[in-house]
């Protein structure tokens, strides 16, 4: 999913989504799940808006936003690491996985890779005890983390962007053999 930075469709799409709600301050954590689910995280532009619609201040919607710790305000990676330090998972070393995350992808908590490929965040408990340490990348879980595994997934993600990036390629050229022809001399 591509993050959308142009104001007025953002402003289109949260009117949208504001348009299929009543107006009411009793709305606004499902309206900010809604805008969030819509962008992967909530623009500030966004903030205003619903301000604006349900007649509050934009401090009360950025008070409520800020309180819980499912939203996002700054736009996620491609790929969203969210390593859990619920009790399990800090029992069994996931601090250690999410220091080997930090050092591979050369960012701290929250922050984000400046290709955009990655961002980086501790949460607090996803649910999966049973196979801690868990690192959830998107919405895939991976139980049994461990820092050695981190360079493998980081191998698997660059792999398949090769791939998509060749088949990318292959749809622009008309059936590869005229690059192959200019290269070995066959086309005049």
Known sequence: MEIIENKA????????ILGSRKDSFYNLIVIL????????????????????????????????????????FQPPGKYHIRMCMGTACHVKSGDKVLDQWKRRLEIEEGGRTPDGEYSLERVACVGCCSIAPVTVI??????????????GILLQ????????????????????????????????
């Open 9 to 16: 469709e953002i402003l289109d799409q949260v009117r949208e």
């Open 33 to 72: 799940q809604d805008i969030q689910k819509r962008f992967r995280y909530i623009p500030k532009i966004a903030m205003a808006e619903v301000a604006k619609h349900l007649n509050i201040s934009q401090a009360n919607v950025y008070g409520v936003a800020t309180f819980y710790n499912q939203f996002r």
């Open 138 to 151: 998107n919405d895939d879980v991976i139980g049994d983390m461990a820092p050695n595994r981190v360079d």
């Open 157 to 188: 993600h660059k792999i398949q962007k090769e791939k998509e990036m060749r088949a990318a390629k292959s749809q622009t050229e008309p059936n590869g053999l005229e690059d192959e022809e200019t290269r070995i001399g066959g086309k005049e």
